[in-house]
């Protein structure tokens, strides 16, 4: 399936979002039992721009040019305003986002698996990080 560069960075990112956080909160709860709050603690903590900025950067290594082409053409989109992080993380969130929601509109589904699972084995890799302990 062809993309059209009508739709724009921010709405691959719209979709990206999505299906992120439905990953995340699917790993999360498949870590095993947790009260609901500290789900929402866990998936808010990973969903964050600066964790997502820390995942892209685990995945650039393995992007191909087209998905390159995508980052960057995100990356230079216009930002929103958010709390808690830098605007190089936002536009780090906005292109690492952008990437998953180019992935799935392509049907790209087997290598967006393996860039959430990369994603989530670094998680899980990280002991110190805050968070894994969200995800414990």
Request: hydrophobic letters at 40%.
């Amino acid at each position: 399936m062809q993309v059209s560069p009508e739709l724009g960075p921010l709405a691959l990112a719209y979709v990206g979002d999505a299906v992120y956080s439905l990953f995340v909160r699917e790993y999360v709860v498949r870590r095993g039992p947790a009260k609901g709050r500290h789900l929402h603690q866990a998936t808010v903590c990973e969903v964050r721009a600066a964790a997502q900025a820390r995942s892209l950067a685990s995945l650039e290594d393995q992007l191909t040019e087209q998905e390159r082409s995508i980052v960057r053409w995100a990356r230079n989109a216009k930002a929103s305003r958010g709390r808690g992080s830098t605007v190089a993380q936002r536009h780090q969130a906005t292109a690492f986002e952008a990437l998953l929601g180019y992935l799935h509109l392509t049907g790209q589904n087997q290598r967006l698996q393996a860039s959430l699972t990369k994603v989530a084995n670094q998680v899980s890799g990280t002991g110190e990080d805050e968070r894994e302990r969200h995800l414990a």
